[in-house]
C-alpha cells in the first residue's frame, strides 16, 4: 500500500463508485497484493463513519454494501441544482410496492385481492425497470403466476440494509377517527 493508507484506499474508492461497494469489492481493490481482512476493512469502515459524523456526508451500509451519501437535511437544497424533477409515482404504484415489499414473494392476484382493485401491467413493469422488483418464481398453482418480489436495488435506493428495516406495517395506518383527533389538537393550539 505504500504511502497511501488503508482508509484513504477505501474513502476515495467509496466516493468514486457509482454504486455501493460490498466488502468483497473492497478486498479486489487489492489485486496481487495482499488484502485486508474483513475485519480490518469493517474497522476502517467504522472510524471513517465515525470521521463523518456532523458532516455533509455519511458513510452508510445498505444492502448492496457502503456508500457515502448526502445527509437528509440538505436534500432540498441539492434539489435546486437541476432541473430535472424527481420521480412522481402514482399511488396504485405505491401501494402495489408496498404490498410486494411486505408480503414478498407474492403474486399480481394476491395483490389484486387485498387491494380490491387489478394491478395495471405498466404498474409492474415500470417497478421491474426502476429495478425495485423482480420475478423470483413461479406460484405452483394452475397457471403458474409469478412471484414477485423486492431487489437489492430497491433496498439500495432506499437506505436500507435488509427489509426488517422496513417501518412496522401497523404503524403506518391512521385510521381516520385518529386522523380527525390529530386535526382538531391542532386547530386548538
Known amino acids: 500500500m505504500s504511502d497511501i493508507g488503508l482508509k484513504q484506499i477505501l474513502e476515495g474508492a467509496l466516493f468514486a463508485s457509482r454504486e455501493p461497494m460490498s466488502i468483497y469489492q473492497m478486498k479486489k481493490l487489492f ?3 495482499k488484502a485486508p481482512t474483513e475485519g480490518m476493512l469493517r474497522e476502517v469502515l467504522a472510524s471513517l463513519a465515525e470521521e463523518y459524523q456532523g458532516r455533509a456526508v455519511s458513510l452508510i451500509e445498505v444492502a448492496g454494501g457502503f456508500r457515502f451519501q448526502v445527509i437528509d437535511v440538505l436534500t432540498p437544497y441539492l434539489a435546486n441544482l437541476t432541473d430535472e424533477k424527481p420521480s412522481r409515482y402514482s399511488r396504485a404504484t405505491l401501494e402495489t410496492l408496498a404490498m410486494i415489499a411486505y408480503r414478498q ?6 395483490i389484486e385481492a387485498v387491494r ?13 425497470e426502476r429495478g425495485w422488483i423482480t420475478v423470483v418464481g413461479h406460484k405452483e398453482v394452475p397457471g403458474r403466476p409469478a412471484l414477485l418480489a423486492t431487489t437489492t436495488q430497491f433496498l439500495n435506493d432506499f437506505g436500507l440494509k435488509s427489509l426488517e428495516e422496513l417501518p412496522n406495517a401497523e404503524d403506518l395506518i391512521v385510521t381516520p377517527a385518529e386522523d380527525l383527533l390529530d386535526q382538531m389538537d391542532n386547530q386548538s393550539e
Open 105 to 110: 414473494p407474492v403474486t399480481r392476484g394476491e
Open 116 to 128: 380490491g382493485v387489478a394491478v395495471n401491467t405498466q404498474i409492474v413493469r415500470t417497478l421491474e
Open 31 to 33: 489485486g496481487d497484493q
